[in-house]
């Protein structure tokens, strides 16, 4: 059975049995995603308040697959769909799931900034639906010693949490604002696609450097500097920002702080195309806190990505970064 077909095989139990469980349980499709998720995971129906009809219905669907023949990358890619399909339903754009190429980008920078790592730990403090930490983790796992996640959304934690637990991660989650203090001790790499607008809590910014002297501050800007400060000395920290950001009229204030505390190891912007529209647009930021031993490139590796479907353009653009890292990583 082909790749494809095993990845559709499972989304249409995922989303057949959470069509079921929005009705009996009169909740969100993404809840019943969740729900589903628990049961698929324990090899039981965990809704003791379900009747023993839907409780058959559901077992009837269950029955035909078995998770443990499925590999991990196809369970992330059918949840991502179940998800995304109730993100529609019921997500503010700014919460959405990190798309696949993007993830899978990322994890390939990772791959090539963390190869003097024989282990690493993680931390993305904005994991939503655990889409961009989880394709890390299925490329990555061998070499990371310990993965967090957070996030202030309940249901998306519980969506990373099930997430995690179908693909057999071990991701330590916490519930919170990651722009109040962390229990978590600085770790090697911060990924994070960063929620992108204003910071309403004026009181919890001001402990930060990058704090609006007038007004609601960034919380794009607040989360690059909570990841610069959560990071150890040498450690990386993979953003994917706006593309404006040092164009906005609170850059002045990202500007000094980039500079003291981090070394701008790259930007890499992705295509145009990949987004509604032009404003929308996003790259990839990777920093490196400064620290004993750390040297800056001797130029920073800046890329524009062409269209991902045009191969041609894109094994130009992946042989020069490949020799960036030659150079520059060895
Ligand atoms: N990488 C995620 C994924 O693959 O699903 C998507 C991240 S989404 C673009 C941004 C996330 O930031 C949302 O899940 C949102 O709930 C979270 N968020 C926004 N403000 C936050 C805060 N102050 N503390 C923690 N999480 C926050």
Same mark, same amino acid.
């Given at each position: %059975?082909? $790749?494809?077909?095993?990845?559709?095989?499972?989304?249409?139990?995922?989303?057949?049995?959470?069509?079921?469980?929005?009705?009996?349980?009169?909740?969100?499709?993404?809840?019943? *995603?969740?729900?589903?998720?628990?049961?698929?995971? $324990?090899?039981?129906?965990?809704?003791?308040?379900?009747? !023993? *009809?839907?409780?058959?219905? #559901?077992?009837?669907?269950?029955?035909?697959? +078995?998770?443990?023949?499925?590999?991990?990358?196809?369970?992330?890619?059918?949840?991502? #769909?179940?998800?995304?399909?109730? %993100?529609?339903?019921?997500?503010?754009?700014?919460?959405?799931?990190?798309?696949?190429?993007?993830?899978?980008?990322?994890?390939?920078?990772?791959?090539?900034? %963390?190869?003097?790592?024989?282990?690493?730990?993680?931390?993305?403090?904005?994991?939503?639906?655990?889409?961009?930490?989880?394709?890390?983790?299925?490329?990555?796992?061998?070499?990371?010693?310990?993965?967090?996640?957070?996030?202030?959304?309940?249901?998306?934690?519980?969506?990373?949490?099930?997430?995690?637990?179908?693909?057999?991660?071990?991701?330590?989650?916490?519930?919170?604002?990651? #722009?109040?203090?962390?229990?978590?001790?600085?770790?090697?790499?911060?990924?994070?696609?960063?929620?992108?607008?204003?910071?309403?809590?004026?009181?919890?910014?001001?402990?930060? +450097?990058?704090?609006?002297?007038?007004? $609601?501050?960034?919380?794009? $800007? @607040?989360?690059? !500097?909570?990841?610069?400060?959560?990071?150890?000395?040498?450690?990386?920290?993979?953003?994917?920002?706006?593309?404006?950001?040092?164009?906005?009229?609170?850059?002045?204030?990202?500007?000094?702080?980039?500079?003291?505390?981090?070394?701008? =190891?790259?930007?890499?912007? @992705?295509?145009?195309?990949?987004?509604?529209?032009? =404003?929308?647009?996003?790259?990839?930021?990777?920093?490196?806190?400064?620290?004993?031993?750390?040297?800056?490139?001797?130029?920073?590796?800046?890329?524009?990505?062409?269209?991902?479907?045009?191969?041609?353009? %894109?094994?130009?653009?992946?042989? =020069?970064?490949?020799?960036?890292?030659? *150079?520059?990583?060895?």
């Amino acid at each position: %059975m082909s $790749h494809l077909t095993d990845m559709e095989q499972l989304f249409g139990v995922i989303d057949q049995t959470a069509i079921i469980l929005r009705k009996e349980l009169n909740c969100l499709y993404l809840e019943a *995603v969740a729900e589903t998720g628990e049961n698929l995971f $324990h090899e039981e129906i965990l809704q003791d308040e379900l009747d !023993e *009809v839907t409780k058959k219905r #559901l077992q009837k669907e269950y029955s035909t697959i +078995k998770l443990s023949r499925f590999d991990k990358e196809t369970i992330r890619k059918a949840y991502q #769909l179940a998800v995304l399909k109730g %993100m529609k339903e019921a997500v503010q754009p700014n919460h959405q799931m990190t798309p696949d190429a993007v993830g899978l980008f990322i994890s390939y920078l990772v791959g090539k900034f %963390m190869n003097k790592h024989e282990t690493y730990t993680i931390l993305d403090p904005a994991v939503g639906a655990g889409n961009l930490i989880t394709t890390i983790l299925n490329t990555h796992a061998a070499s990371i010693e310990q993965a967090y996640g957070i996030d202030i959304d309940d249901l998306l934690l519980q969506l990373t949490y099930v997430n995690a637990n179908l693909q057999q991660h071990g991701i330590e989650l916490f519930h919170q604002d990651s #722009l109040q203090p962390l229990f978590i001790d600085p770790v090697d790499l911060v990924v994070c696609d960063l929620p992108v607008g204003y910071y309403p809590n004026d009181e919890g910014a001001k402990n930060y +450097k990058v704090k609006a002297e007038e007004g $609601h501050t960034y919380a794009h $800007h @607040l989360f690059i !500097e909570k990841s610069l400060t959560h990071v150890k000395e040498g450690g990386y920290v993979m953003l994917l920002i706006p593309n404006n950001l040092f164009e906005s009229e609170q850059s002045h204030l990202l500007q000094p702080l980039l500079k003291e505390e981090a070394i701008v =190891q790259g930007i890499i912007q @992705l295509p145009l195309s990949m987004f509604k529209q032009e =404003q929308a647009a996003k790259s990839i930021l990777v920093l490196q806190k400064k620290g004993q031993h750390v040297k800056a490139p001797e130029h920073a590796l800046l890329v524009n990505l062409p269209k991902f479907s045009n191969k041609e353009a %894109m094994n130009d653009i992946m042989n =020069q970064m490949n020799e960036w890292f030659y *150079v520059n990583k060895k």
